[in-house]
Nanobody, 121 residues
Framework: QVQLVESGGGWVQPGGSLRLSCAAS?????MGWFRQAPGNEREGVAI????????VIAESVKGRFTISRDNANKPLYLQMNLLKPEDTAVYYC?????????????????WGQGTQVTVSS
């Protein structure tokens, strides 16, 4: 049973920074960050493929957000810089168990509780 615990959300002014953290109860090889604003569909933000040693960043946050993780036993991070009002959403950490592919469109089956990120003046 995998449990994900998120932290790091909050309020920040445009241009500010936040770092989200996600700790998993057991090693997970494929993890990612997703976000959902009220009335919007869930949007993939960034994916970390620990086995492949690769990351994927959504076009909307490239150059501003960075996903990182030392290994499958360590927390997953999302460093968010130059935050914009459109980044406001609930951010969810997710993990995929098994499978042979790790992408934003993969079927992540373990989800954290979510952490609110609000970017406004």
């Amino acid at each position: 049973q995998v449990q994900l615990v998120e932290s790091g959300g909050g309020w920040v002014q445009p241009g500010g920074s936040l770092r989200l953290s996600c700790a998993a109860s057991i090693p997970t090889w494929c993890m990612g960050w997703f976000r959902q604003a009220p009335g919007n569909e869930r949007e993939g933000v960034a994916i970390s493929d620990t086995i492949g040693g690769t990351t994927v960043i959504a076009e909307s946050v490239k150059g501003r957000f960075t996903i990182s993780r030392d290994n499958a036993n360590k927390p997953l991070y999302l460093q968010m810089n130059l935050l914009k009002p459109e980044d406001t959403a609930v951010y969810y950490c997710a993990a995929k168990r098994g499978g042979d592919i790790c992408s934003i469109r993969s079927d992540f089956d373990v989800w954290g509780q979510g952490t609110q990120v609000t970017v406004s003046s």
